[in-house]
């Protein structure tokens, strides 16, 4: 048995072979990813996030708004405020941004110190006073199938809501049971409220936060994005916010693409080679009962075009003999017996007519 032979036995063993390797390796690469959601959620970088459901990819990157470089003009399509959102019933318009604060310069923001003003992600004005309901975070995440971004540390929550203070205005107060240890609680509240001093603790003050629900918007005539107002909590302490783009759909991401165009016709090509060879000798081998060379898919064509372009090398050895220059110099003179110069053309012809003449007295004769 000669080594070609050995050869198509171990390719046919190998493509008996594929499936089940194949098999095996995609049910590994399952796992590996399961067991890896969480270390590829530590690694995604800000204002994306990975479905722990389908895997797919989130960038909210393109719909992030940043301020105009200072000194620059904007661009024509550049937004120089952050998306807007009406309050309807809400007797104040929301400003919000996605992963990063607003564009807008914010003073005086209610209960919040100066230096994280520049850090609010989300705010109204009501009565002339700026309140925010939430600063940066760059960090979405997943709540089972629902895509969310919550802001917190906003302002401090009203002690009197303005549910409450309608109500009072009406002439409507809350119901109290008898007997009840509403009382007990308030107290115990109070204290926990206050310092000994009779002081406000700071970290009793309960802020403002905000809730933003981010879905996919396949409308190829949407907008960029458009925020809605979903509603806010009976004490003014949470508000819910709707956000839809075509940004937020799933897709790839780009840390995974490590191949481009390229690299993918490459991979593409040789696995079409090795199936086209593999399958080839097979079928030669097993079929047609083919041995040698002769197990090698379409060996004619392959030995026809091997002899092609050993005759074009040929050719083209010879053309470019041609063009190589020879050396100039002195050619050789033969003399004739009648003692002149000349060159063995003449002599040659003369041979050939006595050779002739000899010929024509011989078949005469």
């Known amino acids: 048995m000669r080594w070609y032979d050995v050869a ?17 390796a995609a049910a590994a690469a399952a796992a590996a990813a399961a067991s890896d959601d969480k270390a590829k959620s530590r690694d995604d970088p800000p204002c994306t996030v990975h479905s722990p459901n389908s895997g797919s990819f989130f960038d909210l990157n393109p719909i992030l708004l940043a301020p105009p470089e200072s000194g620059k003009k904007a661009h024509k399509d550049q937004r120089t405020s952050s998306w807007h959102a009406r309050g309807y019933d809400y007797p104040a318009n929301f400003t919000l941004n996605v992963c990063a604060p607003v564009i807008e310069k914010l003073e005086d923001v209610q209960g919040v110190q100066e230096s994280r003003w ?3 992600s989300a705010y109204y004005e009501l009565d002339g006073k700026v309140y ?9 995440t997943f709540r089972g199938r629902k895509m969310v971004l919550q802001y917190t540390d906003g302002s401090p929550c009203p002690d009197h809501p303005r549910s ?4 009072d205005a009406n002439g409507l107060s809350p119901r109290k049971l008898i007997g009840h240890d509403d009382d007990k609680r308030k107290d115990d509240d109070d204290d926990d ?3 000994g001093s009779g002081h406000q603790k700071e970290n009793s003050k309960r802020r403002k936060s905000t809730l933003i629900s981010v ?9 960029k994005a458009s925020v ?24 790839v991401s780009n840390a995974q693409q490590t191949l481009g165009p390229t690299g993918v016709f490459g991979v593409i090509a040789l696995i079409a080679v090795l199936v086209y060879l593999v399958g080839g000798c097979v079928y030669q081998r097993t079929v047609m009962h083919a041995r040698g060379w002769k197990q090698l898919p379409n060996y004619s064509l392959w030995a026809g075009i091997g002899g092609f372009f050993g005759d074009m090398f040929i050719i083209l050895t010879s053309s470019c003999g041609r063009l190589i220059p020879r050396s100039r110099g002195y050619r050789s003179l033969s003399i004739n017996g009648n003692g002149r ?25």
């Open 8 to 24: 198509a036995i171990g390719l046919a063993v190998l493509l008996q072979q594929v499936a089940p390797s194949a098999a095996a």
């Open 118 to 120: 520049r850090n609010v």
């Open 132 to 140: 925010s309901i939430g600063e940066q975070s760059s960090e979405p």
């Open 164 to 167: 409450k203070r309608s109500l």
């Open 193 to 195: 409220r206050h310092d």
């Open 215 to 223: 879905l996919c918007e396949r409308d190829a005539l949407a907008p």
């Open 228 to 251: 809605a107002f979903v509603g806010a909590s009976p004490d003014e302490c949470a508000y819910f916010f709707e956000l839809r783009s075509p940004h937020a759909c799933g897709g």
């Open 341 to 365: 110069g000349g060159g063995g053309r003449g002599s040659r012809n003369d041979d050939e007519n006595r050779l002739i003449d000899q010929l024509d007295e011989e078949w005469e004769d």
